[in-house]
């Protein structure tokens, strides 16, 4: 039996650009992803032998339980993929909140990606757990690479970068507003068609991954989500928690991912842990966090 305590950071886009659509219908990104210092905290136990059982019990319910969790599909595929029978339970506490952006599902399931693959005697390399785990969801793939990385295409394309960006001081505020990915994406897509722009528009430049990699320009000024405005029209309050970050004094803010949780760019730690007292006390979800590399935990 192997027992283990397992960290699953969340994630920020600093940017997020929008190059188009595939004939399926799927939507082709260019974003530039870093994983940060709020974790979800994941009990391990797990034996190879004769019992095939898969157990997922999350302490938040607003995060699904058993095999609708992310976790079970990636410990399923990898079963699957091995044909090794195992035992694996996951006593999930959630600190990530649900819903928000911030990739605390596709975090979890990675980590349980790795953590399978090591224990199996790393049957995948990562390429290959990197595919799998995009069978299981589009954030999947970065987590498994745990790094600051330019991700492209629907997921499956993840360049990590060593930026001279580390340890950035940053705040994040949630006011619980759940978004629907596929309902911001519909509404991105009305956007561009009452533009009538037959692709979609991008505010986000390419010239921002090779400024963030050298680090020659402040990165509140690389700051840009093309789901933005339409997350803000299906839930007014991202526009509204941006503006509370900026009105606090942050160097920039944006949204994260499909939404709703917004974060701000900050001087130093100090400054960060303090703007998120401050929004705690206005009864919002708020919490200073770093950006991290994959050797920061």
């Given at each position: 039996m192997h027992e283990r305590i397992l960290l699953s950071p969340a994630k920020l886009n600093l940017s997020l650009g929008l190059r188009g659509r595939r004939a399926d219908g799927f939507h082709l990104i260019e974003s530039i992803l870093v994983p940060v210092s709020l974790f979800d905290r994941l009990e391990v136990a797990f034996?190879?032998?004769?019992?095939?059982?898969?157990?997922?019990?999350?302490?938040?319910?607003?995060?699904?339980?058993?095999?609708?969790?992310?976790?079970?599909?990636?410990?399923?595929?990898?079963?699957?993929?091995?044909?090794?029978?195992?035992?694996?339970?996951?006593?999930?506490?959630?600190?990530?909140?649900?819903?928000?952006?911030?990739?605390?599902?596709?975090?979890?399931?990675?980590?349980?990606?790795?953590?399978?693959?090591?224990?199996?005697?790393?049957?995948?390399?990562?390429?290959?757990l990197a595919a799998i785990g995009l069978e299981v969801g589009a954030d999947v793939p970065f987590f498994i690479y745990g790094q600051p990385a330019v991700v492209r295409g629907v997921g499956e394309v993840v360049i990590p970068v060593a930026s001279a960006r580390l340890s950035q001081a940053l705040v994040v505020c949630w006011d619980g507003s759940q978004l629907s990915t596929a309902a911001v994406y519909n509404r991105a897509d009305q956007l561009c068609d009452s533009r009538r722009d037959p692709s979609l528009t991008t505010k986000c430049p390419e010239s921002n991954i090779a400024d963030f990699v050298d680090g020659h320009r402040p990165l509140a000024e690389l700051l840009a989500n093309d789901l933005e405005e339409a997350a803000a029209q299906i839930c007014t309050e991202v526009r509204h928690l941006k503006g509370e970050l900026l009105s606090l004094g942050v160097q920039g803010a944006s949204m994260t991912g499909s939404g709703s949780a917004v974060f701000g760019v900050c001087p130093n730690a100090e400054s960060a842990e303090r703007i998120a007292v401050i929004l705690r006390r206005k009864g919002l979800w708020a919490c200073s966090v770093k950006t991290l590399t994959r050797s920061s935990w």
């Amino acid at each position: 039996m192997h027992e283990r305590i397992l960290l699953s950071p969340a994630k920020l886009n600093l940017s997020l650009g929008l190059r188009g659509r595939r004939a399926d219908g799927f939507h082709l990104i260019e974003s530039i992803l870093v994983p940060v210092s709020l974790f979800d905290r994941l009990e391990v136990a797990f034996e190879i032998g004769s019992q095939d059982e898969i157990q997922v019990i999350c302490d938040a319910p607003q995060a699904p339980s058993g095999s609708s969790n992310l976790i079970f599909r990636a410990a399923d595929i990898v079963r699957r993929r091995t044909a090794q029978p195992f035992s694996l339970t996951v006593r999930l506490q959630k600190q990530i909140p649900v819903g928000s952006g911030l990739g605390g599902g596709s975090s979890n399931a990675a980590t349980v990606l790795g953590f399978l693959n090591s224990l199996l005697g790393w049957p995948f390399d990562r390429p290959t757990l990197a595919a799998i785990g995009l069978e299981v969801g589009a954030d999947v793939p970065f987590f498994i690479y745990g790094q600051p990385a330019v991700v492209r295409g629907v997921g499956e394309v993840v360049i990590p970068v060593a930026s001279a960006r580390l340890s950035q001081a940053l705040v994040v505020c949630w006011d619980g507003s759940q978004l629907s990915t596929a309902a911001v994406y519909n509404r991105a897509d009305q956007l561009c068609d009452s533009r009538r722009d037959p692709s979609l528009t991008t505010k986000c430049p390419e010239s921002n991954i090779a400024d963030f990699v050298d680090g020659h320009r402040p990165l509140a000024e690389l700051l840009a989500n093309d789901l933005e405005e339409a997350a803000a029209q299906i839930c007014t309050e991202v526009r509204h928690l941006k503006g509370e970050l900026l009105s606090l004094g942050v160097q920039g803010a944006s949204m994260t991912g499909s939404g709703s949780a917004v974060f701000g760019v900050c001087p130093n730690a100090e400054s960060a842990e303090r703007i998120a007292v401050i929004l705690r006390r206005k009864g919002l979800w708020a919490c200073s966090v770093k950006t991290l590399t994959r050797s920061s935990w």
